[in-house]
């Protein structure tokens, strides 16, 4: 074996050896002694005895890295070790050094990779090492790259054969599904949820969430709108050769991948608008091939008209139970048709699925933001639905998902035309439930009158730590169109049911997610269906079906069964012959 290529298995062993000891040694303490808190970066270079000035290499590196880096000396903690001997090919050698890169998780794949090759650079630099004997392993969270041979590489070139030993049960767990970015696995775990009803595939959600990068929001927009071309194009090529059923199901799963690449790009980039536009303009295609079960229509609303579909169970026009279907702060038409309304005309309800202000259309093209006073946008829905022929006026319901569990009810309070009242969860005040996303200083902040520095200054800094956070209130500063954690709050103070619940006639059924943590919802919809004060009946979804998520994410087909059969024993549809 030539030398190089014997001394690189030697190293990866010697590595390896590392890995093992790192996961076998005792939990360390949340903030080391000395005030060091692991979470930051730390750099761990462990040689033969050496003549080095290590005092001195070490300030050296530390300024070079944070140079080349951008991350202050501060966080940066370097550390010297020596072992007595070392064998290798049989005599003893003093030439490598061997680095520990331990890294936090927020880290991205490039930031560890500029830190891995500042690290070399300036150990090269500062020691005197040839560069071939310098080798760098980065450790949990992120172990995908290492230094070895002068250059950096990935660790699965060098990882062999796959462990074959079981995989412990919380690595399949749905709380961290395929990544570790939590609005990731949120957005990703909607998706595969809705393969029941065409909106996805299986291999499609595979491939495209195996070619993005964690925390990387461009890798997310590139895979899924990579996806949403190519699948755009097979639908025009069933269309162009007359297989109208395949190109509609082959549009009706773009729209989603469109839809999903728009996620992170709403506001001042236009591809955002785009793909969202690109999306809705892909179900429109397979709206035309549906044989006239799935008609757009433009609902009369102010100085405008709001979108929305007429989704019918058949082209008998008799006469029906109609269920109208709306989404609450980021959904849209086309994802309410999947989420629920393919799986109600099977039951015999019409269904009108309509935006509003601050939703999809309404906000992406017509600038519209949301408005508390809901009742103005549901009455013109409902003066639209009894002018539809098949229209039973006396089996009429409405169900509104997330932040429409505040909107719907604000309407019902108004509207008395509607008969049954759904909302998945329900949402007594959407400015506490959306405090309930920060720490107790935020609200604090914000009662005591310092919101324009205090309110903006901490909602900020706990939106960079978490990417959930981020998403949900850059979204909210898009549809309540404002720029400030304190615009937003003080808007959001008119946006409860504390004066207007107890007007509410209709029945009402409140669903809830045992683990639901968006925005407080599941204490949202407790104390909702607490202060409710009509005939009410309460259901909670929880683990054991998998839907213990926000509107029960990942687990929609199951969430539908049970909420139609509530409405089924009292609505009494009449499914179609033939489904």
């Known amino acids: 074996m030539p030398e190089a290529e014997s001394f690189s298995w030697f190293v990866l062993h010697r590595i390896l050896a590392l890995m093992i000891l790192f996961c076998l040694a005792p939990s360390a303490a949340a903030v080391a002694s000395g005030g ?10 462990t040689s033969p005895p050496t003549d080095i000035d290590v005092n001195a290499a070490l300030i050296k590196v530390g300024h070079d890295v944070s140079a080349a880096t951008g991350v202050d000396e501060k966080f940066i903690t370097y550390y010297w070790q020596t072992f007595d001997n070392i064998i290798y090919n049989g005599e003893p050698s003093t030439a490598p050094l061997f680095v520990d890169l331990y890294v936090p998780g927020f880290f991205s794949d490039e930031q560890v990779e500029s830190m891995i090759t500042a690290v070399a650079d300036a150990l090269v630099a500062h020691t005197g090492i040839e560069r071939k004997w310098l080798f760098i392993h980065t450790h949990y969270p992120l172990q995908g790259q290492i230094y070895i041979g002068g250059e950096l590489q990935h660790w699965d070139n060098y990882r062999g054969r796959k462990d074959s030993s079981p995989s412990a049960p919380e690595q399949r767990s749905m709380e961290g599904f395929l990544f570790n970015d939590s609005a990731f696995a949120f957005q990703s775990l909607w998706r595969f949820g809705t393969i029941a009803s065409g909106a996805a595939d299986l291999g499609e ?12 929001n461009e890798s997310w927009y590139d895979s899924w709108n990579t996806l949403a071309l190519q699948l755009r194009a097979t639908a025009r090529e069933f269309e162009a050769a007359g297989h109208r059923r395949s190109a509609m199901q082959a549009y009706f799963r773009a729209t989603t991948y469109f839809r999903t690449a728009s996620i992170y790009l709403y ?6 608008t785009q793909a969202w536009k690109n999306g809705r303009d892909t ?4 709206a035309s091939h549906s044989e ?22 058949d082209g008998s026009r008799q006469k029906r139970p109609l269920l109208l279907i709306q989404t609450g702060l980021d959904g849209t038409a086309e994802d309410l048709y999947f989420i629920m309304a393919a799986q109600a005309v099977k039951r015999g309800y019409n269904c009108l699925i309509y935006e509003g202000p601050g939703q999809g259309e309404m906000i992406s093209l017509q600038q519209r933001p949301f408005r508390h006073d809901w009742e103005k946008v549901v009455t013109p829905v409902v003066d639209f639905a009894l002018s539809l022929p ?27 035309r509607i008969r049954w009242g759904i909302v998945d969860g329900g949402v007594f005040s959407v400015f506490n439930g959306t405090l309930a996303n920060f720490p107790d200083s935020v609200r604090q902040a914000f ?26 209130i850059n979204q909210m500063f898009r549809t309540f169109q404002v720029k400030t954690p304190c615009e937003l709050f003080k808007k959001l103070q008119r946006f409860n049911v504390t004066d207007s619940i107890a007007n509410i006639k209709a029945e009402m059924l409140v669903v809830n997610s045992s683990k639901d943590q968006v925005a407080g919802s599941k204490e949202q919809a407790r104390l909702f269906y607490e202060k409710l004060d009509t ?28 909420i139609l059969n509530w409405l089924d024993e009292r609505a009494k549809p009449k499914a179609p012959a033939t489904l």
């Open 535 to 562: 005939k009410k009946s309460y259901l909670e979804f929880d683990t054991s079906h998998g839907a213990q998520f926000h509107c029960q994410l990942g687990a929609p087909q199951f969430s539908s069964e049970r």
């Open 267 to 272: 506001g001042n980039d236009p591809r955002g």
């Open 283 to 286: 179900f429109l295609k397979a």
């Open 292 to 313: 006239g079960r799935i008609t757009p229509v433009r609902i009369p609303y102010a100085d405008t008209t709001l979108p929305g579909y007429y989704v019918t169970v």
């Open 205 to 216: 959600l595979l491939t495209a969430t195996s070619r993005i990068e964690d925390f990387d």
């Open 390 to 416: 098949e229209t039973d006026a006396e089996r009429l319901a409405i169900l509104g998902y997330s932040m429409g569990g505040y909107l719907v009810p604000r309407a019902l309070a108004s509207e008395k």
């Open 447 to 472: 009662t005591a009158g310092d919101c324009d520095t205090a309110v903006n200054e901490l909602v900020t800094q706990e939106m960079s730590k978490n990417p959930t956070i981020n998403q949900f």
């Open 36 to 45: 060091i808190d692991p979470a930051d970066p730390m750099v761990r270079v």
